[in-house]
């Protein structure tokens, strides 16, 4: 039997065809699916679908009157030892969709220390806002920490914050090796000697003698079934350990960059991002400012939107450690809106500090409250100012 040509051409079109259609049914499944998890079974396939028919509104909350506001936190993760649910990444992103052809969308990244001192959402107590999160799972599961958290940090920032994203650690590493890793410069070395020392206990003059900087703060449990802080604070230390055994700890135990270019993968990545004892905490939320702007960067990049392996890869650390209330349609809506601000360099960054130039201060230390960050005049009048303006040219 003979063949034209034109036929073997046709068949030869039909075959990659339907190899396309095949694989692109896998992954619009495995998308679907991964949705379903960090949307906690909000993934409408459906709704997605109506959505994508042309003149359907596709529209976020707060995108008619030009600000789309996403709180993102990041923290160790579930029954991870060390504070797993506290939050220690927290940033609001804003984005201005483009309104008409004179104008541009735009984007701005501010960074929440940590150490902020807060009413905490629906209790008569004041904590540091990284412990709202836990706080609200407490109330919660599932549902109390994201909800708590967007309500204080609405109150800061004077915003309305509909929607959240949380990401752990393990689903940061992964998320930087889906996309090839990250390369940050750097003008001089980088060096963490003592933040990933490994279990931090009371100090007792013995075995744990290097001083660590943080204290151990206890909640008690009433009989209601309500909790109080002991006003009780003890020093926490590191072991006293050898350098052999210093190396094999979290990060090598001493995290060290050189001067210039560094190719970071994900494990490195995360201990860049989280390095704060010989810095600052301000100092570590401009580094995962950069991080996640590099991380942006190649995720849009070309080369890693069109190679399968990498989304696969990127849905993999989505789905098993990341959590949020946005529905399918909103994730893509938000991507593409996000790209646009920054194809056109529109992102501002910033960082709440308690500088010359800051709107926070720490006031004196108390047993009660170790170190802790206060808004400058003791309300959020300017920081909600800066966040007002946060999206203007």
């Known amino acids: 039997m003979h063949f034209y040509p034109e036929k073997k051409w046709l068949r030869v079109t039909l075959f990659f065809v339907v190899l396309i259609a095949i694989a692109g049914g896998i992954f619009a499944w495995k998308a679907n699916f991964v949705l379903d998890k960090i949307t906690q079974g909000r993934a409408n396939v459906l709704k997605s679908l109506i959505k994508s028919l042309?003149?359907?509104?596709?529209?976020?909350?707060?995108?008619?009157?030009?600000?789309?506001?996403?709180?993102?936190?990041?923290?160790?993760?579930?029954?991870?030892?060390?504070?797993?649910?506290?939050?220690?990444?927290?940033?609001v992103l804003s984005l201005h969709p483009k309104q008409n052809d004179q104008d541009a969308t735009r984007a701005s990244l501010i960074s929440i220390p940590r150490d902020t001192y807060v009413k905490v959402p629906g209790r008569d107590e004041q904590r540091k806002i990284n412990a709202v999160y836990a706080l609200g799972e407490e109330r919660a599961l599932h549902k109390g920490g994201m909800e708590d958290m967007r309500a204080i940090v609405g109150e800061i920032s004077g915003l309305d914050i509909p929607y959240a994203i949380t990401i752990n650690f393990q689903g940061f590493k992964d998320l930087v090796n889906a996309v090839g890793g990250v390369t940050v410069h750097l003008e001089q070395p980088?060096?963490?000697?003592?933040?990933?020392?490994?279990?931090?206990?009371?100090?007792?003059?013995?075995?744990?003698?290097?001083?660590?900087?943080?204290?151990?703060?206890?909640?008690?449990?009433?009989?209601?079934?309500?909790?109080?802080?002991?006003?009780?604070?003890?020093?926490?230390?590191?072991?006293?350990?050898?350098?052999?055994?210093?190396?094999?700890?979290?990060?090598?135990?001493?995290?060290?960059?050189?001067?210039?270019e560094n190719l970071l993968d994900g494990e490195k990545a995360l201990c860049y991002a989280r390095a704060r004892y010989a810095s600052s905490d301000f100092d570590r939320?401009?580094?995962?400012?950069?991080?996640?702007?590099?991380?942006?960067?190649?995720?849009?990049?070309?080369?890693?939107?069109?190679?399968?392996s990498k989304i696969s890869a990127m849905l993999d650390s989505l789905g098993n450690n990341v959590?949020?209330?946005?529905?399918?349609?909103?994730?893509?809506?938000?991507?593409?809106?996000?790209?646009?601000?920054?194809?056109?360099?529109?992102?501002?960054?910033?960082?709440?500090?308690?500088?010359?130039?800051?709107?926070?201060?720490?006031?004196p230390e108390t047993k009660e409250t170790g170190y802790i960050l206060l808004p400058i005049g003791d309300n959020y009048d300017r920081i909600r100012e800066l966040f007002k303006n946060s999206l203007n040219p």
């Open 54 to 91: 042309p003149g359907a509104d596709k529209t976020l909350s707060g995108e008619q009157n030009g600000r789309v506001n996403i709180l993102l936190l990041g923290m160790r993760g579930e029954n991870m030892t060390g504070g797993g649910l506290l939050a220690d990444t927290i940033m």
């Open 285 to 308: 939320a401009r580094r995962q400012q950069e991080v996640i702007k590099l991380i942006k960067e190649k995720a849009f990049s070309l080369g890693t939107l069109t190679d399968f």
């Open 323 to 363: 959590s949020t209330n946005l529905e399918a349609w909103e994730m893509k809506r938000l991507f593409d809106l996000y790209q646009k601000a920054g194809d056109t360099g529109n992102i501002n960054q910033k960082v709440l500090e308690n500088s010359e130039e800051g709107l926070l201060y720490n006031p």
């Open 190 to 260: 980088f060096e963490e000697g003592l933040q990933f020392r490994g279990i931090k206990q009371r100090c007792d003059l013995v075995k744990y003698t290097v001083l660590s900087g943080d204290y151990e703060e206890k909640r008690i449990r009433r009989k209601n079934g309500t909790y109080y802080l002991n006003p009780k604070r003890y020093p926490l230390c590191f072991e006293k350990m050898t350098a052999a055994a210093i190396s094999e700890l979290e990060c090598n135990g001493d995290f060290k960059l050189p001067a210039g």
